[in-house]
């Protein structure tokens, strides 16, 4: 199938849950699931990982006249990730039947 074919299919799937398998090796064989989000000619974007919630404006934890920030203060918070994915590696793809 043509990465111009195959762009085609994957983009009925954008705003669905995907898993796609690339032809590359390691970690990267096993997969790569997340919320579809772009599809072009080049590339696929999938959302990995969403990030939380902006926290409260209000919150005493966000105030820089409290305390100096540290990266450990905010560990608990995460910022997401996106995956981009060449359709030329694209091996299979796997998305629900209904």
């Known amino acids: 199938m043509s990465d111009k074919h195959l762009s085609?299919?994957?983009?009925?799937?954008i705003g669905e849950t995907v898993t796609i398998f690339?032809?590359?090796g390691g970690m990267s064989g096993?997969?790569?699931t997340g919320l579809l989000l772009e599809v072009n000619?080049?590339?696929?974007?999938?959302l990995t990982e969403r990030g939380s919630a902006p926290a409260n404006?209000?919150?005493q934890d966000i105030c820089?006249?409290?305390?100096?920030?540290s990266f450990?203060?905010?560990s608990r918070y995460t910022l997401g990730?996106?995956?981009d994915i060449p359709t030329c590696s694209i091996a299979s793809f796997c998305h629900n039947a209904v």
């Open 8 to 13: 085609c299919h994957l983009s009925r799937y």
């Open 22 to 24: 690339t032809t590359s």
């Open 30 to 32: 096993c997969g790569f």
């Open 41 to 46: 000619c080049n590339y696929v974007r999938l």
């Open 57 to 59: 404006p209000l919150s």
């Open 64 to 69: 820089p006249e409290m305390e100096s920030y």
């Open 72 to 74: 450990s203060r905010y």
């Open 81 to 83: 990730s996106v995956c």
